[in-house]
């Protein structure tokens, strides 16, 4: 069969705009709810000093490579992959197939929670006890992950209008679409989360919870484990290895200040994970003070956070409902940003080597998409998608990053990429950072991957029968690998690769 020439490429209407896609892909869900707790967790504000560190040695350097081979290749993951090496196409295929056929599918119930919540806190409909409520009646969880259910329909109602969503922002596009969306989307989300830490430090007990949050404990910086988790976190939040910001930079136009971009989209990130969580932990406060409790017993962490700890304290809150609909439409707006950007990741790699109309890619996958997240809103949903998310986040996502930097920087001429981005951008990089993704990259990662996996077996996940760790997340990994397999060996249509 004749290859045909791909269409052409899209390109963003401007550097604002790729700005704020990248931005609103990067801060997601668990800016707001993971960061601060972790933050708390590991000595306040003392965390921040080897979380910066992070940022500066791993998050940025491998946030400029991915710019730097979606733009130098104008290629999304696989075919950057591709252009590298032929054998390395998979690995371009393996992440895009694990965020889009893993991630998205149960980010988008926890979207929906969100969503259902939001209509909830114009009444408080949680009641007096937001825990049970969460737990028993609103996911009516079941005994374990053996035991799926039914689906929940509320939450199955809200997954339909988050996949609508999904489906019509990126059906329109880059410009029309993605673009467009994020410039309504991130100014929202800031200026919804301003108002909501503006708010929060005047309620009474606001310093106790930001003196938890941020007060700086230096003794744990002696501790491995803070360390990890601040290189963990920088890794996870900023969308690395997830094939977006390759996609993303694909559709830079040629002078494109790679660099720049990546230390303005690191930074803004960082900074509004530090921002929100003021937000958060000025409520904790409020909620040890009104209930009469000390700030470890009212903190907690996750999904717990969101949906059990905040609706507790905006039920003792004089005008809850109000600050609830901002918490929770923060919440979307942070969650669908993300969203769309996996959605388009492997779009966009579809589109590169096969002839088919964007248009339909996207419903396509949005329908498999919806119908793949279905499991997720059982019964036995939360532990499906503790589960999954456990296995493709620390050993999934981890793994594509050695991966990236070592075949990059091993098997490439790494000094041709920098040249590349010295060449489009106006800010530039000198030796250090050849030797950062060299080395010290892959170095950090395989000693975060150690460390799960020594975790992994000293005790099953959360104690989890061994055999639904297997069957559940392991062998969702394993799929995936096959199916990147599969569209590896598949042979190009289109003539994207020469």
């Known amino acids: 069969m004749a290859r045909v020439r791909r269409p052409p490429r899209e390109v963003w209407k401007n550097q604002l705009g790729f700005i704020l896609a990248a931005v609103g892909s990067a801060v997601g869900l668990g800016n707001i709810w993971r960061f601060s707790y972790m933050t708390y967790e590991n000595g306040g504000g003392a965390f921040l000093?080897?979380?910066?560190?992070?940022?500066?040695?791993?998050?940025?350097?491998?946030?400029?490579?991915?710019?730097?081979?979606?733009?130098?290749?104008s290629a999304s993951a696989p075919l950057a992959f591709s252009k590298l090496n032929r054998r390395f196409e998979w690995v371009g295929w393996w992440t895009v197939t694990f965020v889009m056929f893993g991630i998205v599918l149960y980010y988008s119930v926890i979207i929906s929670w969100c969503l259902n919540y939001l209509l909830f806190s114009f009444t408080l409909a949680w009641g007096d006890d937001p825990g049970n409520y969460f737990f028993k009646e609103f996911l009516s969880i079941s005994e374990g992950p053996g035991e799926i259910g039914t689906v929940q329909t509320p939450i199955f109602l809200g997954l339909i209008v988050i996949w609508f969503l999904n489906w019509v922002i990126v059906h329109r596009g880059i410009q029309g679409g993605i673009e467009l969306a994020n410039k309504i989307f991130?100014?929202?989300?800031?200026?919804?989360?301003?108002?909501?830490?503006?708010?929060?430090?005047?309620?009474?007990?606001?310093?106790?919870?930001?003196?938890?949050?941020l007060n700086p404990d230096f003794s744990v910086l002696t501790k491995p484990k803070v360390w990890i988790d601040a290189f963990?976190?920088?890794?996870?939040?900023?969308?690395?290895?997830?094939?977006?910001?390759?996609?993303?930079?694909?559709y830079l136009p040629e002078r494109a200040n790679l660099s720049r971009n990546a230390f303005i989209t690191a930074l803004v990130n960082c900074g509004f994970s530090v921002f929100s969580g003021i937000a958060v932990f000025s409520i904790l406060g409020y909620m040890s003070v009104e209930m009469q409790k000390p700030i470890n017993e009212v903190v907690t962490q996750s999904i717990g956070l969101a949906f059990v700890a905040y609706p507790t304290a905006l039920s003792l809150l004089p005008g809850g409902a109000f600050f609830g609909v901002l918490f929770?439409?923060?919440?979307?707006?942070?969650?669908?940003?993300?969203?769309?950007?996996?959605?388009?990741?492997?779009?966009?790699a579809a589109v590169d080597k096969f002839p088919w109309d964007r248009k339909r890619i996207v419903t396509c996958i949005s329908v498999l998409g919806l119908g793949g997240s279905v499991i997720f809103t059982t019964n036995g949903g939360l532990f499906w998608l503790d589960i999954v998310d456990h296995f493709i986040t620390h050993f999934g996502l981890i793994t594509v990053g050695i991966?990236?930097?070592?075949?990059?920087?091993?098997?490439?001429?790494?000094?041709?990429?920098?040249?590349?981005?010295?060449?489009?951008?106006?800010?530039?990089?000198?030796?250090?950072?050849?030797?950062?993704?060299?080395y010290f990259v892959p170095l950090i990662l395989i000693i975060i991957t150690g460390t799960n996996l020594f975790n992994e077996f000293q005790k099953p996940y959360e104690g989890y029968p061994?055999?639904?760790?297997?069957?559940i997340g392991i062998n969702w990994l394993v799929i995936t690998i096959i199916i990147a397999l599969f569209f590896s060996r598949s042979p190009w249509k289109t003539l994207s690769e020469t």
């Open 49 to 73: 000093i080897p979380y910066f560190i992070a940022l500066f040695t791993v998050g940025i350097p491998l946030m400029i490579l991915e710019f730097s081979l979606g733009h130098k290749f």
């Open 403 to 438: 991966l990236e930097a070592v075949l990059v920087s091993w098997f490439f001429p790494l000094e041709s990429l920098r040249h590349h981005i010295n060449t489009v951008s106006d800010l530039k990089i000198g030796p250090w950072w050849s030797l950062l993704i060299r």
């Open 186 to 213: 991130m100014p929202i989300l800031f200026f919804l989360t301003s108002i909501l830490v503006f708010w929060s430090i005047t309620l009474e007990g606001a310093e106790i919870g930001l003196k938890a949050y």
């Open 232 to 250: 963990t976190q920088i890794f996870f939040s900023l969308s690395l290895g997830f094939g977006i910001m390759i996609a993303y930079a694909s």
């Open 466 to 471: 061994i055999s639904s760790l297997i069957f």
């Open 328 to 348: 929770f439409t923060s919440l979307v707006v942070a969650g669908l940003s993300s969203s769309v950007s996996i959605i388009e990741a492997f779009s966009s």
